[in-house]
């Protein structure tokens, strides 16, 4: 059985050799996704759409406890309302599809598939707006979107990808950026308390905001090949839309105002950054709050009397408690193989059970995160197991955070960047004049980018690390997905 294991195992390419080929390994033998005929496309398969289900289950629950609600705008946008707003569209414009054709005739203005639906749901509101009565909109879409990407990565970056994105109307400045930080406190709250993953959160810079957008607000994870990944973002849109799209509205004051706007979102990227801050050589390893299985029950010599029908009983119990539990009672695989697939797919607990263990009345729970082994009362199972579950999240957790203090360092001078940078990788902490001159030339110069003005701010020096004129900002700098 052990030779069966290490040879299983080897079929994964290990992270410290090749952490690309890794990440490709896990995706599709965990069968999470497979590549479509469509270059650039993933077919997300039933046990990885499963896991996008449960992301959107969790944030829907708190997005209509915020008191918004789920909307469907078409995935078409004409071309005249995506150049209405000359900032968005030269933002997108490399990464627009575009269909020329219906049927067999032109099109007598080509429509635009989706990136993003800022310019669609704008000319919208431009119709259902006219007073404040009708202000605030809170509004969410569940979509895809289509990007044209050069280069993709199952979850990281496809060309088509599955994504919410919020949208709101506000009649003032402060309320507008009142809900642009509560979201992206949303957001924050679900990364660390449902996904597991630490985040850094704070402002892009005027380089890296979204298109037309007034500010754009981010919380930044780190993988473990110490490269950072944005994993969402929202955005202060002030009034720009809303004056290129002729939002009004008739203020309490008898004046006719622009409203101002919101649009936040996260996608199916957060996948990718599920398998790269917690995988490990043998594959996936699942927060247990979106794991499609939180329970995998083995029975262990199942062709002896009793086995099976113990377990479906136990199985059973743990259902009948709302835990996603699944039996593998096949019989064409041995439990050592059983035991390798289900810790590839990343369950967090394993169950066995055999005649041993209900002489016992017992059965022996196996965590996915550090393999103990844990004999257990049938009887108190359900409590045991719920038990367990929040102290893995809480485990896998705390070895993310460590993994990420130990990828963050701070830089004094632009010689220790680039040498963090080439020796230690991840998050650099270092001050910057705010110069989009000075971004530009470290972006160039070594790969890695201004990931976020953090709301905590830290004081490292007076001087920006490149150019030594008077710093603004402490950054976190990184190369990045």
């Not at 850094?200 to 754009?216: D, I, M, Q």
């Not at 797919?345 to 995160?369: A, F, H, M, S, W």
Request: charged share 30%; glycine share 6%.
């Amino acid at each position: 059985m052990e030779k069966k294991q290490r040879e299983f195992v080897t079929h994964i390419t290990p992270r410290e050799e090749d952490f690309s080929q890794w990440y490709t390994d896990v995706i599709l033998k965990a069968d999470l996704v497979d590549y479509a005929p469509v270059k650039g496309c993933m077919v997300i398969k039933p046990y990885g759409y499963a896991i996008w289900e449960n992301i959107q289950k969790e944030l829907d629950e708190r997005f209509r406890a915020t008191g918004h609600k789920n909307a469907y705008f078409p995935l078409f946008i004409p071309e005249s309302l995506l150049r209405k707003e000359a900032e968005h569209v030269e933002g997108f414009a490399p990464e627009v599809a575009w269909v020329t054709r219906g049927g067999s005739e032109e099109l007598t203005e080509p429509l635009v598939v989706r990136p993003t639906s800022e310019t669609i749901i704008c000319a919208m509101y431009s119709k259902w707006i006219q007073s404040y009565r009708d202000l605030p909109i809170l509004l969410n879409q569940w979509c895809n979107v289509v990007r044209w990407e050069k280069s993709t990565r199952p979850f990281l970056r496809t060309s088509e990808f599955l994504w919410q994105e919020g949208h709101t109307v506000h009649a003032t400045e402060e309320e507008a950026e009142e809900e642009t930080l509560r979201m992206l406190g949303i957001y924050k709250e679900f990364a660390e308390n449902v996904l597991a993953i630490p985040v850094v959160v704070g402002r892009k810079s005027e380089k890296e905001k979204f298109a037309g957008a007034l500010r754009t607000y981010t919380m930044e994870a780190m993988m473990q090949d110490g490269k950072a990944l944005q994993a969402g973002t929202s955005h202060n849109l002030g009034q720009h839309f809303a004056r290129v799209f002729d939002i009004q509205f008739l203020d309490k004051d008898g004046q006719l105002k622009y409203a101002w706007q919101t649009s936040w979102g996260v996608s199916t990227r957060l996948i990718g950054a599920i398998i790269m801050v917690h995988g490990d050589e043998r594959g996936l390893v699942l927060p247990p709050k979106v794991a499609p299985v939180q329970v995998i029950v083995i029975p262990i010599a199942m062709h002896k009397e009793g086995v099976l029908d113990k377990a479906r009983e136990v199985y059973k119990t743990i259902a009948d408690a709302g835990i996603r539990v699944e039996i593998d009672d096949r019989d064409t695989q041995t439990p050592g193989w059983k035991f390798n697939e289900w810790e590839l797919k990343g369950v967090p607990i394993r169950l066995e059970i055999g005649p041993k263990d209900i002489e016992k009345n017992q059965v022996v729970l196996v965590r996915r995160d550090s393999f103990e082994k844990v004999p257990v009362p049938i009887d108190g199972v359900v409590q045991v197991i719920n038990d367990m579950l929040s102290d893995i999240h809480k485990g896998i957790y705390q070895k993310a955070l460590k993994m990420r203090e130990d990828f963050t360092h701070v830089a004094h001078n632009f010689d220790e960047f680039k040498e963090i940078l080439d020796e230690k990788k991840g998050f650099i902490k270092a001050m910057w004049c705010g110069e989009r001159e000075c971004e530009d030339n470290i972006k160039a110069q070594t790969g890695a980018t201004t990931r976020c003005i953090p709301f905590e701010q830290e004081h490292i020096d007076d001087s920006c690390v490149y150019c030594g004129r008077p710093a603004k900002h402490m950054v976190y700098f990184a190369r990045a997905y």
